[in-house]
């Protein structure tokens, strides 16, 4: 099983929204630079932690100060010059004691993966963690490092002879990638110098699976479409899985966030004929036709109801007797209280239901709302806001699952739509509002729990923008402006086609169209098409306020190869900096960038990478006509002073996931599925052996890696 059958690239977006090349007429003049910073005041806090505004100076004096690391493809992770790395923990490694360490041979029993680290590393987090085992926002030397575990990347690395190919699932095997997926939490320490490890056996290491019990929560809560046989109620359902990125929140806990779920529900042939014509239109947009087999075919090990229930089809008379709704029970925010290792985790169902790739706060403001960021990984998906109703106050710091239920259950939803002269609006998903409501003919909805679980259907009912592949996002801690990487997207086509299926025509917040060929390794040739390299797109909330229903944005950043032509490099990458692909977002509490990337357009030359930079903000830069003859605005053009090349990881890995300390000193960051083109009799990497042994020939694992400077300065400085 190649990667490709469980990458981020399903199509499922076909409604006929009004889009931005429809606008073009309006001439792109440069937006008025709005003068000064949203005004985050001495009461500003992230996650704790109190900041000074800047006065609208996005950048507070920080500067790069390594060597950029050159573009490569070794066998292991590359950093710059007086830099040092470790690895935290890898896949099977034993978090408890009582388990043997990992064997490299898939002998691990499935029971085992309930204190093993999982597979595929991705979003993570750091919770610095007080003498006294409670939320301490500022400690840098001991906390709790969260970590997803977004899927079963290598069947070969995790089970004893690879995967066993056929039409029907080994009931053993599905059982260890069952509690392979979800979270862990491990309590961390620093040793000599600001190296961190793992504390094995910690009381507040958690594995969270596929299988854990969690709680709906929220307006959807006991929704008859969210009844299962196992909650006939509606109020419960077992496991989190294809968690991707992550969110925090600043009383403490952690949110993790469900993306690919589809890699895992299935749904029979002739399903149709024993559901509503609701459902059905619900059930096509959101990817799951009938007689849809899911890649890991996790429902065909057999009758039991573990893995009947990964099939989201009508076998019963009625909800509450089968599993026709579990591809509702998925696609969630879901919330985690890691110093509480016996919490029950919350499905946020106000938070809405997408493929979440994650959730991001603004920095929170006392008495203002707290404003998270979502994107929906998909070709053509959206951009959302949820703004809650409670405000923040600061008295909940440490609040743990009550005060996510005082803040994440109510709330309101709002989708981004770009305008074409820089200007953007929120717009409002409630029931009762902009035609959501039982009268619409598209989808008719019955309430706001209808709304949150079918809410792409809303989106594109209120003409949102469809983006190219929404991934990671994030909120500069010094000025609010909330960054999103739009990782590619090769069905965008030239303004001169006719659109068929799910194609789209490039648009001024997704502008760029053109076509790439170059010669691989082997020989043969590959062409790039559409938007190959993708782009990170910024906005600035108006009025000063981060819950504002109207925005600026610009591009940020356009992923290109240095030797490209103007129109396709815009943002002037050179060497030092030019990269594809952005994936992986992050703003240090510094308030310096770390962008990273899940790349397969530039891996002729490189493995993937992350880059550390210092960003302007919103309207730095100016017009540009991008290659395909679609305007745009972009910002300043990247220099080596303001994005620099940091890491480069192993082969055929992608670089994921990353968390810093509040002092600056230590991060972690994830090399999710490094040889993936590989197979266990035809290995092509691996690390993390090779990280310490280059002639290694164990099996490759996704992994966890701390880098810290030999001199104990700050790191990227
Ligand atoms: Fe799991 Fe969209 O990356
Ligand atoms: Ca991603
Ligand atoms: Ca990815």
Known sequence: MSHNIYDDNEIVNSSTNLHMDDLLAIRLSRRQTLKGGIGLTATALLGGLSLTACGGDSSSGLKLGF???????????????????????????????????????????????NRRIGDGHDGMYYFGMADAGTYQAERSDRGLLCVNHEYVVQPYGLHANGLTAGATRVAAEVDKEIYAHGVSVVEVKRNIGFDMSMVRGSKFNRRITSATEMAFTGPAKGSAQLKTKFSTDGTKTRGTNNNCANGYTPWGTYLTCEENWLNVVSRAAADNANRTAKEVVALNRYGLPENRKSPYLWDTAGADDLYSRWSSTATG????????????????????????????????????????????????????????????????????????????????????????AKYLDEGTMYVAKFNADGTGQWIELAYGKNSLDSKNATYAFEDQADVLINIRLAGDIVGATKMDRPEWGAVNPLNGEAYMTLTNNSNRVSVAATPTG????????????????????DGSTKVNKGNPFGHIIRWKEDAANQAAVKFSWDIYLFGAEATDKPDVNLSGLTAVNDFASPDGLYFDPRGMLWIQTDDSAYTDVTNCMMLAAVPGKVGDGGTATAAGGTSTLKGANATPETVRRFLVGPKDCEITGIAVTPDGKTMFFNVQHPGENGSLAKPTSAWPETQTSASSIKRPRSATVVVSRKDGDNLGA
């Open 502 to 521: 799910s194609q789209l025509k490039p648009d001024a917040a997704n502008p760029r169209y053109y076509e790439d060929t170059y010669t691989n390794s």
């Open 67 to 113: 060597a950029a690391v050159a573009k490569n493809k070794l066998d292991v992770v590359t950093v710059p010059e007086g830099y040092q790395v470790s690895i935290l923990h890898a896949l099977g490694d034993p978090m408890m004691y009582g388990d043997e360490s990992w064997k490299d041979n898939g002998s691990e029993t499935a029971e085992s993966y």
């Open 317 to 404: 008379a009625n909800a509450t007797e089968d599993y026709r709704n579990t591809a509702n029970t998925f696609g969630w925010v879901v919330e985690i209280d890691p110093f509480n290792a016996t919490s029950i985790p919350a499905k946020r169902t106000a938070l809405a239901r997408i493929n979440h790739e994650g959730a991001w706060p603004a920095p929170a403001v006392v008495g203002q709302p707290i404003v998270i960021y979502q994107g929906d990984d998909a070709r053509n998906e959206y951009i959302y806001k949820f703004v809650s109703k409670a405000l923040w106050d600061a008295k909940d710091v440490a609040g743990g699952m009550a005060a996510g």
